[in-house]
């Protein structure tokens, strides 16, 4: 229902763009958003993007990752820029409707030099 892509190998102070589309068939939803889990740590939410077009960040990452969404394309994405080697984890998408949550397989970020 959700395909993720986008994560990978980068160097202190680079950029990722994740991306994440939901299928057509998820209607009624009312945020997407995305989340992480670093080894030997809980998930923990990284940015959420409510129908209304507000958005919500961790404070580790604001002013560093922006989430925004293309409604044509039922596509969030997350752009990370500056990246810290503590920002190293698991990235899941999440799109939550009034039923249910849907999440993505995860796509995994490193950050190393």
């Known amino acids: 229902q959700l395909v993720e892509s986008g994560g990978g190998l980068v160097q202190p102070g680079g950029s990722l763009r994740l991306s994440c589309a939901a299928s057509a068939r998820i209607v009624g939803i009312y945020t997407m958003g995305w989340y992480r889990r670093a080894p030997g740590k809980q998930r923990e939410l990284v940015a959420i993007?409510?129908?209304?077009?507000?958005?919500n960040y961790a404070d580790s990452v604001k002013g560093r990752f922006t989430i925004s969404r293309d409604n044509a394309k039922n596509t969030v994405y997350l752009q990370m820029i500056t990246l810290k080697p503590e920002d190293t984890a698991v990235y899941y998408c999440?799109?939550?409707?009034?039923?249910?949550?849907?999440w993505g397989q995860g796509t995994q970020v490193t950050v190393s030099s």
């Open positions: 999440n799109v939550a409707t009034g039923a249910r949550d849907y």
């Open positions: 993007l409510t129908s209304t077009g507000s958005a």
